[in-house]
């Protein structure tokens, strides 16, 4: 199973201690975003999870943790989408500079990382 984290919120930038606590845990549950009486459980033991997919704009709050999901046996990857907003739009972003200098910090041997990157269109 992949889990795609960070689909509805940025878990990585926002909530990483709580993914890892899950991660201890070894499971997490799921609210269906429109019925909130559906609630799903999922396993986050290496043996169920062939991957997990971090979407992000901030990885940094996550790069402490990389080596704990390593020691467990958890493969993962990072896709990023950078769009060409500011500060304005996008408060919580990094600059592009600091994303890509933590990319190149992250242990290289299992990590992928995806990058989009998305420009303004002329109205």
């Not at 459980?41 to 062939?50: E, H, I, W």
């Not at 500079?97 to 190149?104: A, G, P």
């Amino acid at each position: 199973m992949i889990i795609s984290a960070s689909r509805r919120t940025d878990i990585t930038a926002f909530y990483s201690d709580w993914f890892m606590n899950r991660v201890r845990e070894g499971y997490f549950y799921w609210v269906n975003l429109f019925n909130s009486k559906q609630v799903s459980g999922f396993s986050l033991l290496p043996a169920d999870v062939d991957a997990i997919c971090f979407w992000t704009k901030n990885p940094g709050p996550l790069m402490k943790h990389l080596k704990e999901l390593d020691d467990r046996g958890l493969n993962y990857y990072f896709q990023f989408t950078l769009n060409p907003y500011g500060r304005e739009f996008e408060p919580y972003v990094p600059p592009r500079r600091l994303s890509k200098r933590r990319r190149n910090r992250a242990p290289s041997a299992t990590r992928c990382w995806i990058s989009e990157w998305r420009e303004r269109r002329a109205s």
